[in-house]
Each structure stands twice: as C-alpha cells, then as structure tokens.
C-alpha cells in the first residue's frame, strides 16, 4: 500500500458538521468509504470516540456510506451540542435562526459555556455552537472573529451562515435514528464496542504535543499509552488511529506489530513515509493489500 491513496481520498471534501474543529477530519471521509467497501464491509455502525466535530461520521452517514454512527465526547460542551442538535434540531434551528451576533451577545454565550451546566442542555449545547462559529479559527477559549471591538477585517458574523448551519442541523435531525451521542471516557466506548462483528472505529484522540493548545481535556503520556493498550489488545477489531506524527507514538504501536503510515491532511500530495505529519495506524483487521493504490 502507499500513502497516494489516503491523500488523494482527501481532496473531495463533503462538509457535514456544523461544528468547526481545528485539524477537523472531515475530509477522510473518502478513505475511510475506501477502506468500508475494499473490506466488503456492509452494515457498518462507525463510532468515533473522540469525536470532537465529528466531521467524518456525519458525511459518511448523511452519503448513505454507513448505517449509523456513534459520536462520543467527553467534553461536556461538546456533548451537550450533539445530544441538543440531536434531539432537538427545531429548537437548535430556531436559536440558530434568532441569536444576534454582537459581542453583547457572545458575552452572554460565554458566560453560558463557562458554567457548563448539563443540566441546561440546549442552553449549553447552542453557547458551544456559538462560540465555535464566531471564536478564532474555531477555538472554544479564543476571542471573537474581529476582536472585542470588532475592528478586525473579518467581524463576528463570517462564519456564521444562518442558512447554511440550519440545515446541516436538519439533516442531522432527520437521521438521528441512526445516531447515538454519547459522553464516556473514549477507551470505555472502544471497550464496549470492541467485539461487535459491524462496528468500525475512527480513533482521533487529542494530539501528542499539539492537544493540550487545541482541546480541552488534553491527555498525558499515561492516558496515549492507556489507548495504545487498549487498542493492541484488539488488533483484530476494525479500527484506524490518527495522531501527530512523533516517534512516542509510533513507538507504542510499531514494535507491536501495527502498521503505521504517514500522510498530511493540509496539502494533497503523495508524501513518503518520513514527511507526512499525520500518522494512520491500522489495526490487524484491515487488509490493505484489498485497498486500492491510489
Ligand atoms: C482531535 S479532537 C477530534 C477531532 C475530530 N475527529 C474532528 O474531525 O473534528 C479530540 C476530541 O477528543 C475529546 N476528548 C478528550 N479527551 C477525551 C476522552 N478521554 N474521552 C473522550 N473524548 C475525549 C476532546 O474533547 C476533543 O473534542
């Protein structure tokens, strides 16, 4: 197999999520159904336990690729989004709709995304949804697009198409029979399910040296190794990892018998096994001498 085929996968891009997520991976959502029928998998329930955007499982769903998904997120914030857009997408268009956006009222979204109340679903699943549409390059904690005096050349609005994020939540509304939304610790759900013959995970856990700037509940070394445990003592499952390139990880799969490639999610060009700055670790599951060589 050669890395041609991963980043020529990626070049099409189908935007589903109505979340912005920095290093978001929607657009291996080419490979992943590349993978899926190169297997003859059918009837696939796809699970992402570190979902985040869940970008790639929500347009492999919404094509028709996989029979449903399972988006698990230990943040609360993000959970709280998921499980509101979910279940209650009318409600989710409406604010959507509704909300001004000014800088009075990120304040008041601030505020609400502070207190992480999930007591408050909706309220704290839409400040999630706000912050991330109009906060720099998508990040919860960053300031607003255009700065708080909205002097910026782009202002708070740029990213905010009504129209558009209303009716990626429809879409997602009209399939949520086919979605579970959970919020567990990531290795739980990959544990529980692990032995289902129709399940196939995406694992995107929080980087190696970059997590701790972009998400919350950044890992330690003890936790990476926590999953690479979990995931060796189920090389058989259909899993695929990605992570930042760096020889910690690799060292906690290759010696143990997973292969690993490199790849980049910026620019679609065929790297060789050194310059990729993403790693795709394949579970034992996964006959890549059936994927295609570009
Ligand atoms: C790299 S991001 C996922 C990006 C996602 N694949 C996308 O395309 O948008 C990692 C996510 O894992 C979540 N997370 C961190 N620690 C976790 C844990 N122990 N269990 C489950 N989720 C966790 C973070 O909240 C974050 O949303």
Redesign the pocket.
């Known amino acids: 197999m050669n890395l041609r085929m991963i980043t020529t996968q990626i070049q099409r891009k189908f935007q589903c999520?109505p979340?912005r997520?920095?290093?978001?991976?929607?657009s291996l959502a080419g490979f992943f159904d590349r993978v899926i029928q190169s297997q003859g998998w059918k009837d696939i329930t796809y699970i992402?336990?570190?979902?985040?955007?869940?970008?790639?499982a929500l347009s492999l769903l919404i094509q028709g690729k996989v029979a449903r998904i399972v988006i698990?997120?230990?943040?609360p914030a993000?959970y709280a989004f998921w499980k509101s857009a979910v279940e209650h997408p009318r409600a989710f268009i409406k604010r959507i709709k509704n909300a001004p956006l000014t800088v009075e009222e990120w304040k008041q979204q601030k505020a609400i995304y502070k207190a992480k109340n999930l007591k408050k679903m909706m309220e704290l699943g839409f400040a999630t949804f706000y912050l991330n549409r109009t906060n720099r390059s998508g990040v919860l904690d960053a300031g607003p697009i255009g700065g708080m005096n909205q002097t910026g050349k782009w202002k708070i609005d740029a990213r905010f198409n009504r129209d558009a994020l209303s009716e990626r939540v429809r879409l997602i509304g009209a399939n949520r029979d086919k979605i579970t939304v959970l919020?567990?610790?990531?290795?739980e759900?990959i544990k529980e399910y692990a032995n289902r013959k129709d399940a196939f995970f995406?694992i995107?856990?929080?980087?190696y040296e970059k997590?701790a700037m972009?998400?919350?509940?950044?890992?330690n070394h003890a936790?990476h190794q926590e999953l690479a445990d979990v995931l060796n003592n189920r090389a058989q499952a259909n899993w695929l990892l990605s992570y930042d390139a760096v020889d910690e990880i690799e060292k906690m799969y290759v010696p143990q018998g997973r292969l690993a490639e490199t790849f980049s999610l910026r620019y679609s060009v065929h790297h060789n096994t050194k310059s990729g700055s993403e790693l795709m670790i394949f579970s034992d599951a996964i006959n890549t001498s059936l994927l295609p060589a570009s």
């Open positions: 999520t979340l997520y920095p290093g978001g991976k929607s992402e336990p570190y979902a985040g955007g869940a970008g790639a698990n997120d230990y943040d993000v919020r567990k610790d990531g290795v759900v995406y995107d856990p929080p980087y997590g972009l998400y919350l509940n950044a890992f936790k």
